[in-house]
């Protein structure tokens, strides 16, 4: 199994609401990681989880907010979000390195959220 | 801090022919991975090549390889054979290590097609 996998597919939203994207992978792997992806440009880095706990925060407002409940599963919970969060996001896994490894990023398909 | 630069925003191919898109690269680091990746309008982002910065010899999957510069910081990847369903987003990506997880800094990408 090489898939991650990631729900809902599409959401949209009220800027005062509160939901969650979930993403799921089964190969292992022990890195997480979520990235936001704006049209016509490449993803960002948000967070990545190496071993159930957060590693990286690249600055993220807290209206953001990750959660890796156990070694399979990573969430990301929405919050107060503004329009100009809509955007594709990309949830994705990999092995933990400790100075190299030619693994790759597995990624999922994408949450696309919508903020009205 | 590295920086991943592709001036191509769009190419076009006739399919069967061959095509080259361009990628340099900047960092100060002397052992590091290169990645090609491919983001189709599915959304996933799909590894195509890698590349590690210590082996001389360029790397080759099938109908891809790269023509690797490490002087010249230049990371381009061709595509031989095209086929329609190597229309895609096509991302570089420079790798870094941070607390064991990975870190993918992208170009801007270079939205191939593929003309029947």
């Known amino acids: 199994d090489t898939e991650v996998t990631q729900t809902p597919k599409h959401l949209v939203m009220g800027m005062t609401n509160k939901k969650s994207l979930k993403c799921e992978q089964h190969m292992g792997h022990r890195a997480m990681y979520w990235y936001k992806q704006k049209a016509k440009k490449p993803p960002e880095l948000m967070f990545v989880?190496?071993?159930?706990?957060?590693?990286i925060n690249e600055s993220v407002p807290s209206r953001f907010s990750p959660e890796c409940p156990n070694s399979s599963l990573l969430n990301l919970h929405l919050h107060a979000l503004q329009p100009e969060d809509s955007a594709l996001y990309l949830c994705?896994?990999?092995?933990?390195?400790?100075?190299?490894?030619?693994?790759?990023?597995?990624f999922g398909e994408g949450s696309r959220l919508t903020v009205l | 801090a590295q920086t991943v630069t592709q001036s191509q925003p769009e190419m076009s191919v006739q399919e069967a022919e061959t095509v080259t898109l361009s990628c340099t690269y900047d960092t100060s680091e002397s052992d590091y991975y290169l990645f090609w990746y491919k983001q189709p309008p599915s959304r996933q982002m799909i590894l195509v090549i890698r590349q590690e910065a210590y082996k001389q010899q360029n790397a080759t999957e099938n109908r891809f390889s790269v023509n690797f510069q490490k002087a010249a910081k230049s990371f381009s990847l061709k595509i031989s054979d095209s086929q329609l369903g190597d229309a895609a987003m096509y991302f570089c990506?420079?790798?870094?290590?941070?607390?064991?997880?990975?870190?993918?800094?992208f170009g801007q990408g270079t939205r191939l097609t593929i003309n029947p």
């Open positions: 994705a896994s990999s092995q933990v390195y400790r100075d190299r490894g030619s693994g790759e990023l597995f």
């Open positions: 990506a420079y790798r870094r290590i941070i607390q064991g997880a990975q870190k993918l800094v």
């Open positions: 989880y190496s071993y159930e706990k957060l590693s």
